[in-house]
C-alpha cells in the first residue's frame, strides 16, 4: 500500500510573472527546486494564499538565483505578480518508507530568498 505525503513546500512564494499566453506550467527558480527536491515537470499543487485559488500543474526550471515564480497559461488566472503562493509537490510512499520520512519545507521571504528550511511543521495550538 502507498500513502500519499507532502513530499516538498515552497512556502509563501510570490509570484513574479504571469504569462497567458504561455504553453503552460509554472517556472520555478531553478536553485529553489534544487533545494527542495521538486523536479522539472513534476505535478504540483499551487496554493494561493491571496485570493484562495487551488490548482494543479506542474514545475519547469527558470534561471537560478533570479527569483523567479512565473505562472503561465490558464494557470496566470489563477495568480498574477505579487500573490503569495503555497507550491506543493506530493508523492507516494511505503510504509517502510514512512518509518524515516521528513518532507523538504523551504520558507521564502518577500523577493524569493530563502529564509530557512526545515523538516516538520510546528503544533498547532488553540
Not at 40 to 52: P, R
Not at 113 to 119: E, F, L, P, T
Given at each position: 500500500m502507498?500513502?500519499?505525503?507532502?513530499?516538498?513546500?515552497?512556502?509563501?512564494?510570490h509570484?513574479?510573472?504571469?504569462?497567458?499566453?504561455y504553453?503552460?506550467?509554472?517556472?520555478?527558480d531553478?536553485?529553489?527546486?534544487d533545494?527542495?527536491?521538486i523536479?522539472?515537470?513534476?505535478?504540483?499543487?499551487?496554493?494561493n494564499?491571496?485570493?484562495?485559488?487551488?490548482?494543479?500543474t506542474?514545475?519547469i526550471?527558470?534561471?537560478?538565483?533570479?527569483?523567479?515564480?512565473?505562472?503561465?497559461?490558464?494557470?496566470a488566472?489563477?495568480?498574477g505578480?505579487?500573490?503569495?503562493?503555497?507550491?506543493?509537490?506530493?508523492?507516494?510512499?511505503?510504509?517502510?518508507?514512512?518509518?524515516?520520512f521528513?518532507?523538504?519545507?523551504v520558507?521564502?521571504?518577500s523577493?524569493n530568498s530563502?529564509s530557512?528550511?526545515?523538516?516538520?511543521?510546528?503544533v498547532?495550538?488553540?
Amino acid at each position: 500500500m502507498q500513502t500519499i505525503m507532502l513530499k516538498a513546500k515552497l512556502h509563501k512564494a510570490h509570484v513574479t510573472h504571469s504569462e497567458l499566453e504561455y504553453e503552460g506550467s509554472c517556472a520555478i527558480d531553478g536553485k529553489l527546486l534544487d533545494l527542495s527536491g521538486i523536479r522539472e515537470y513534476e505535478q504540483i499543487q499551487i496554493y494561493n494564499v491571496d485570493n484562495g485559488e487551488r490548482f494543479t500543474t506542474y514545475a519547469i526550471r527558470a534561471e537560478s538565483n533570479t527569483g523567479t515564480i512565473s505562472v503561465n497559461g490558464a494557470a496566470a488566472h489563477k495568480a498574477g505578480p505579487g500573490d503569495r503562493i503555497i507550491i506543493c509537490a506530493y508523492s507516494g510512499y511505503s510504509e517502510a518508507q514512512l518509518t524515516h520520512f521528513k518532507p523538504t519545507l523551504v520558507y521564502l521571504n518577500s523577493d524569493n530568498s530563502v529564509s530557512h528550511s526545515s523538516n516538520s511543521i510546528p503544533v498547532q495550538v488553540a
